[in-house]
């Protein structure tokens, strides 16, 4: 008995609300954005990124050029006029954003000077990495390296990310010591090597960001992410940059 009423009903509203979605189609369309957009809005607000905290020195013999390479990748610059050896230990902060995540990487800048070895000795121990820098025009920082990787041994912890640095690259005038041989060192010890230039940039960023990408993989242990090559990861970007030819 209620068929033919259903099936009266039906006709009469069908064709009024086809009419009444095609009048109001235009708004109905706008408004699902605005809809799912309000209900982004609403969720909470995503927690911040993770930071890991790392901490980085900065070795070598004095004049080598680590204050300056600090100073080129903290603020940009370059410490040019009279040189003012660093007494003691000093440290700044700065922090990178690697695919996401933020490394926090404390950067400590060592006294290069024999009477402050002490010192330097006692923070070994709490380094996550370890930039080793010598002075492309000055041949005994570079034969010192060997002197400096051993005492590395001796007070850093056993897994401590190290990497050589060749810096002042720029004073192409006055270098005696051939990148060549830098990378033949850096090889013999099995430790990642560029040169790099607190004058110019050269390679500034790129020595801490390796860094930082290599502290970050070790620290996340991410099982789906590839394996991070420290090595391959410098001998890529400084032949990508095309930086290292002098
Ligand atoms: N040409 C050139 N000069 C540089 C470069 N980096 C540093 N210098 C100069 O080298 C001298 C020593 O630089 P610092 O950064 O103070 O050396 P350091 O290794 O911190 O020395 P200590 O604090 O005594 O251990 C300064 O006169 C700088 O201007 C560079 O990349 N190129
Ligand atoms: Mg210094």
């Not at 695919?99 to 800048?109: E, F, T």
């Not at 401590?160 to 830098?182: F, H, I, P, S, Y």
């Not at 607190?198 to 099982?223: C, D, Q, T």
């Amino acid at each position: 008995m209620l068929w033919p009423f259903w099936s009266l009903q039906c006709n009469i509203l069908a064709p009024d609300m086809i009419g009444a979605v095609v009048m109001w189609w235009p708004w109905l369309k706008d408004s699902f954005p605005h809809q799912a957009v309000r209900k982004f809005n609403s969720l909470p607000a995503l927690p911040p990124l993770p930071s890991l905290p790392s901490s980085v020195m900065l070795v070598g013999d004095s004049g080598v050029g680590k204050t300056c390479l600090l100073v080129r990748f903290k603020d940009g610059a370059f410490l040019a006029g009279s040189f003012i050896s660093t007494v003691g230990i000093d440290f700044r902060n700065k922090v990178l954003n690697i695919d996401g995540v933020k490394v926090k990487l404390q950067i400590w800048d060592t006294a290069g000077q024999e009477r402050f070895r002490s010192v330097t000795h006692a923070y070994y121990r709490d380094a996550h990495a370890l930039l080793l820098l010598y002075d492309v025009t000055n041949k005994s920082s570079f034969e010192n390296i060997q002197a400096w990787l051993t005492e590395i041994h001796e007070y850093a912890q056993k897994d401590v990310v190290v990497m050589l640095l060749g810096n002042k690259a720029d004073a192409t005038q006055q270098r005696v010591v051939k990148r060549e041989d830098g990378e033949k060192l850096a090889k013999e010890f099995g430790v990642p090597f560029m040169e790099s230039s607190a004058r110019s940039g050269l390679n500034v960023e790129l020595a801490f960001v390796a860094i930082a990408r290599e502290l970050k993989h070790r620290s996340m242990k991410n099982p789906d992410e590839p394996k991070f090559q420290l090595h391959e990861y410098v001998s890529r970007e400084t032949k990508s940059a095309g930086c290292c030819k002098s």
